[in-house]
T-cell receptor, first 114, second 112 residues
C-alpha cells in the first residue's frame, strides 16, 4: 500500500539553528513528492516539490528538501530557523494508482523558540 | 494569496440547517478538491472534480453534496449535519497532475 510517514508529531528548534522535518514514503515507481506548510487559520501553502532531476530541491522561504531514493526519504531542511517558521508541515506523495490524488502525511508541528 | 478563495470563512449551523460552502479559483486549473481537516486526524480527501466531472467520492456521507458548475467554481452543499462534521473544510485546485495543489484558507464549520 502507498503511504507517507512523518515520524515526529513535533519538532522543537532554537532560532538560528538548522531544522529538519522528516518524511518517508512508500510508493511503486518514481515518486512525485511535495511539502506544504500550514499556518494557524490558513490553508496549506505549497513549499516545494520533487518530480525528477537534482535530488536537492529548493523552495519558498529558504526551505529545501533532499530526495533520497535508497532511503525512500524526502526530509525538509532549513539552515537557520526563524520563529516565523513555526507552523504545521505536511509531506505528500502523488498516488500512483490515481494520479489526481495526493497522499498526505499526518503533519509535523515545528516550534521555533527565540 | 494562493488564488483559491473560500467563503464563508466561518460557519455555525444547527443540525437541521442547510448551507453551502463556496470555492472559487481563477488560476485556469482543471481539477478541484474538497478536503476535511479535523483536529488530530489526517487530512481527508472528500471529492475530486476533473474538468467538471466528479472522479472521486471518498465514501462521504450523502449529507455532503458537491457541485461543480464550471471549472472555476466548486460548492459543497450541507444538510442535516452531525456534530462530528465540525471541522475545517479546505478546497484546492491544480493544473496538471505533476503540479502542486493550491489550497484556499478553508471554512471553519461548527455544528451545534
Amino acid at each position: 500500500a502507498q503511504s507517507v510517514a512523518q515520524p515526529e508529531d513535533q519538532v522543537n528548534v532554537a532560532e538560528g539553528n538548522p531544522l529538519t522535518v522528516k518524511c518517508t514514503y512508500s510508493v511503486s515507481g518514481n515518486p512525485y513528492l511535495f511539502w506544504y506548510v500550514q499556518y494557524p487559520n490558513r490553508g496549506l501553502q505549497f513549499l516545494l516539490k520533487y518530480i525528477t532531476g537534482d535530488n536537492l530541491v529548493k523552495g519558498s522561504y529558504g526551505f529545501e528538501a533532499e530526495f533520497n531514493k535508497s532511503q525512500t526519504s524526502f526530509h525538509l531542511k532549513k539552515p537557520s530557523a526563524l520563529v516565523s517558521d513555526s507552523a504545521l508541515y505536511f509531506c505528500a506523495v502523488r498516488d500512483m494508482d490515481d494520479t489526481d490524488k495526493l497522499i498526505f502525511g499526518t503533519g509535523t508541528r515545528l516550534q521555533v523558540f527565540p | 494569496e494562493t488564488g483559491v478563495t473560500q467563503t464563508p470563512r466561518h460557519l455555525v449551523m444547527g443540525m437541521t440547517n442547510k448551507k453551502s460552502l463556496k470555492c472559487e479559483q481563477h488560476l485556469g486549473h482543471n481539477a478541484m478538491y474538497w478536503y476535511k481537516q479535523s483536529a488530530k486526524k489526517p487530512l481527508e480527501l472528500m471529492f475530486v472534480y476533473n474538468f467538471k466531472e466528479q472522479t472521486e467520492n471518498n465514501s462521504v456521507p450523502s449529507r455532503f453534496s458537491p457541485e461543480c458548475p464550471n471549472s472555476s467554481h466548486l460548492f459543497l452543499h450541507l444538510h442535516t449535519l452531525q456534530p462530528e462534521d465540525s471541522a475545517l473544510y479546505l478546497c484546492a485546485s491544480r493544473s496538471a497532475n505533476n503540479q502542486p495543489q493550491h489550497f484556499g484558507d478553508g471554512t471553519r464549520l461548527s455544528i451545534l
